[in-house]
């Protein structure tokens, strides 16, 4: 019905819903007609508008489903973010209180193959190697408790699974962190080289020391690519 609006929506939608109002309208009319002028039961109405025998009797119980909508106004809620409607829960009263673009877990960090590595390697850092796919899990993180959980919920780590999709495969995501570790490990003995250059001996022999140990531990992490399943 051209020339018609309804506030809120935009021009498409409001079409959408004029067609299935127009929709509902007919397919009433004629239930109607084959009940009352034809005697058909429900089920022969149904066959004859191709549709289920509830909706046709909710076509009789309810013909504009004025009924049916308020039923489940009943039952939604309102967005704390937008305003908009929320999806009931569990019963009435009792919906969401935001939807599902505002609810809290809705914007997450979105983790790129650089962020995951980069936590791979904030991890070996804290805890002196890269981690397993157990180590994220936190399903396998409740069941051992204590120092698996504490780990866990000291930091932001991805998912085992997100690992997976962003890098390929575990063993995958552990060698490219290791390589890294490798690659600024020969950075860093540059500059190593060049603090023992102007330390005195005693502390030279400390920057090697430390230096070496560093270097050993990357290149053991390159060496094993083994996956950890």
Known sequence: M??????????DVDAAAIDRMAERRRAVALAHHYRGAEGL???????????????IKGYFYDPTGEKARSVKARYQGVCR?????????????????????????AIERRWTRELVLAAM???????????????????????????SLERLSAGDWPSASVVTGVCGSWK?????????????GAEERRLVCRDVRHARPSS??????????????????????????
């Open 172 to 184: 995958a995501a552990r060698a490219a962190a290791a390589e890294h570790l490798v690659e600024t």
């Open 81 to 105: 973010g937008c305003g908009a409607y929320t999806q009931p829960r569990n019963g009435k009263g009792d919906a969401y209180a935001y939807c599902k673009a505002c609810h809290p877990g």
């Open 121 to 147: 390697r904030e991890w070996r850092a804290r805890y002196g190697r890269l981690p397993s796919s157990y180590d994220w899990s936190r399903t396998h993180a409740h069941r051992r408790g204590g120092e």
């Open 204 to 229: 030279a022999i400390a920057i090697l020391s430390i230096a070496t140990t560093s270097e050993n531990g990357a290149q053991c992490e390159v060496q094993s690519r083994k996956p950890c399943i």
């Open 2 to 11: 051209p020339g018609i609006s309804s506030p809120g929506l935009t021009p």
């Open 41 to 55: 039961k429900i089920a022969q109405v149904a066959e004859r508008l191709g549709r289920s025998p509830a909706t």
